[in-house]
């Protein structure tokens, strides 16, 4: 948890980001980022025309497994077969020619000789054609040659002969994948996942394959599920993330579609050039939500919000007190009207907004560092180190709550701990000071793309 803290210098303000809950709107940069233009193209065009199969690969990653991923072939002993669903022992009487050629194959394999691995596997076919594994390896060798279509017979020999083939149901939906099949890939995947739920690739090809056929409710169902079998896997995360963000994006151009003048559609531009900060425009489409639809929560604290990150005290006094008339539950509002008070250093004035702002949102930290703040202006500070300490319960991590707690300690005459709490914050800071300078470098690598979006959106705009 972080925070974000402004300070007023006469008629300017410098915000120093500690935080992320402070502003509303800035964690929805990537996905109004990316959602503004098409919301602008609709009302310049009835149709939105998008070739998904084109872009699929960019939107929701790589997950068509190829050779990058581990195929384990059925490799048979001369006198057992291994059922892989129900992991039973099948007798097979198997003859010398045909032990020789299963060698063979193996070795070939093992060689990368695949044409060698086919020919053999082929031969054994010849002798035994209802060898289901035999029928289900020669279909994972042509997978590996990328030869799409013999790998999807062959799968579909295996399991016209056994069903439950775990092999043969995951790649031979994911041989679909790879030739854009994806209603045809669902099925064995689908079987493939209830055969061995621990299979990690059914899910990641599963997911691609519903959101190429618009079943994204049943993408994100498909990947969370994945989600529980593998917690930490950040291919199924980053494709979660972007299933959830094209259901966003869909829902978000039917609104547009269904009635673009409305407050909703005005709200979400605003959001979408706050987020750009793009603060004049964010401004206007507020305004323009807001003559739509003056009674709608939200709105008023969205544009006074804007104001307050610009340092325009006075506009956001007034929108936050109009937000709070509407919802006076807006805890957000409650503690920004109350640092405004305590910048202005109109510190009564600032206690009751503070006080609630607590009582409303225990956990809100940028509350219990202003109070502390304002119980320090008033002289209490043993209750501004109650609300200091709380801080530091909420974001261990945060430095400047040392700072703060350092020079309380000092004006008490604790000397020991104005010692270890100024420490603190020097170690905490430098390495506060370390992650933003890459951070800084990260972002900076994306200025040109922000700058060619900016200019798509006026070209279509004007």
């Known amino acids: 948890m972080q925070f974000r803290e402004t300070i007023q210098t006469g008629h300017s303000s410098f915000t120093k980001r500690i935080g992320s809950n402070a502003g509303q709107g800035s964690g929805l940069w990537i996905g109004l980022s990316n959602l503004h233009k098409t919301i602008r193209r609709i009302f310049t065009s009835p149709v939105l025309q998008r070739d998904a199969n084109e872009n699929a690969e960019k939107e929701f990653g790589t997950l068509i497994c190829a050779l990058s991923c581990v195929v384990s072939l059925a490799f048979f002993t001369s006198v057992t077969l291994w059922g892989q669903a129900t992991g039973k022992r099948e007798q097979v009487d198997l003859s010398p020619q045909v032990q020789e050629y299963f060698q063979t194959a193996k070795q070939a394999e093992k060689a990368g000789v695949y044409a060698k691995a086919v020919d053999a596997y082929r031969s054994i076919l ?3 054609p209802d060898l289901a594994e035999v029928h289900q390896n020669l279909g994972l060798v042509y997978y590996i040659q990328t030869k799409n279509q013999e790998a999807i017979n062959s799968f579909h020999e295996a399991l016209r002969r056994k069903p439950d083939l775990l092999g043969a149901n995951l790649f031979l939906g994911m041989a679909y994948v790879r030739i854009s099949q994806y209603g045809k890939a669902i099925a064995p995947l689908n079987k493939a996942i209830s055969l061995n739920p621990a299979e990690r690739n059914a899910y990641l090809n599963l997911g691609l394959s519903y959101v190429e056929t618009g079943r994204y409710d049943e993408a994100a169902k498909t990947l969370q599920k994945g989600l529980d079998q593998f917690p930490k896997d950040i291919d199924i995360l980053y494709n979660l993330g972007k299933v959830y963000t094209k259901m966003m994006t869909v829902t978000f151009q039917k609104m547009a579609e269904v009635e673009p003048d ?5 709200q979400l531009l605003g959001e979408s050039y706050e987020a750009r900060r793009e603060t004049i425009r964010a401004i206007e489409e507020y305004k323009a939500a807001i003559a739509r639809k003056p009674d709608a929560p939200g709105l008023h604290y969205a544009l006074a919000n804007v104001h307050w990150k610009e340092g325009n005290l006075e506009e956001a006094e007034k ?28 510190i009564d004035q600032a206690m009751p907004y503070l006080q609630k702002a607590v009582e409303q949102k225990p956990d809100l930290g940028q509350a219990h560092r202003d109070l502390a703040r304002a119980l320090v ?85 004007q």
């Open 262 to 266: 409305s407050y909703r559609v005005h």
């Open 319 to 346: 929108g936050f007190k109009k937000e709070l008339e509407i919802n006076p539950e807006q805890y957000l509002a409650t503690w920004k009207l109350g640092n405004i008070y305590l910048i202005k250093r109109e």
């Open 126 to 128: 010849r002798i035994m």
């Open 377 to 461: 202006e008033k002289g209490d500070l043993t209750g501004a180190m109650g609300h200091l300490n709380k801080v530091t319960e909420l974001a261990p991590d945060e430095p400047t709550v040392h700072y703060r707690l350092a020079l309380l300690y000092k004006r008490m005459g604790r000397k020991e701990k104005e010692r270890t709490e100024m420490e603190k914050f020097q170690q905490l800071k430098s390495y506060s000071d370390n992650r933003e300078k890459k951070a800084r470098s990260l972002s900076a690598s994306g200025d040109e793309e922000l700058e060619k979006s900016k200019a798509d959106i006026e070209s279509e705009t």
